[in-house]
């Protein structure tokens, strides 16, 4: 797509305005871009700056910090983990925990590890997994007060603990 100005080069920045609720749509080559200004300050086009961690959770927080919080063990601060995207040691998730978890659940919808059930292996692994997620939909229906169906979700859960145990007693004898 060519530059909507020029007409000459290729048009590397879109930009879409809303002006009185009619929409307006610019195909700019990075030339004409800046001629016309429509690019700003260079650090307002950075999208991923140093506080990007902190914007995905907090849109709304001020930029800097007076103190910044430090690990102790590393001495890694939260805005060099906004840089790498990495923390420096396991201590590290204890220090940024109050940072951490409300990012963590912003990307993964919750801040635990469940882990996965290994494709191949033996079925305790798949067993153990489903004795959880019973567990889990036990305490839903509970809350919920349905009664008939977690007695039955109940009633599995002792099955497969059954199950779980025979290969265990079998060892023993």
């Known amino acids: 797509m060519l530059c909507d100005r020029c007409k000459r080069r290729e048009a590397t920045i879109h930009i879409t305005k809303i002006i009185n609720g009619k929409r307006i749509d610019l195909n700019l080559c990075s030339v004409c871009a800046h001629e016309q200004g429509q690019l700003g300050q260079q650090g307002d086009f950075n999208i991923f700056d140093d506080d990007f961690f902190r914007k995905m959770v907090y849109p709304d927080s001020p930029k800097g910090d007076e103190t910044e919080l430090q690990c102790p063990t590393c001495g890694m601060t939260y805005s060099e983990f906004n840089r790498s995207g990495k923390l420096g040691c396991p201590d590290c998730y204890t220090t940024f925990r109050e940072e951490l978890v409300p990012l963590l659940r912003r990307i993964h ?65």
């Open 109 to 173: 919808g919750h801040s635990k590890h469940a882990g996965k059930v290994p494709n191949r292996g033996t079925g305790v692994f798949r067993t153990a997994n489903q004795i959880k997620r019973l567990r889990q939909r036990l305490q839903r229906l509970i809350r919920d007060e349905n009664y008939e169906q977690a007695v039955t979700v109940r009633d599995e859960i002792r099955a497969l603990e059954k199950q779980m145990q025979a290969p265990e007693q079998t060892k023993e004898e």
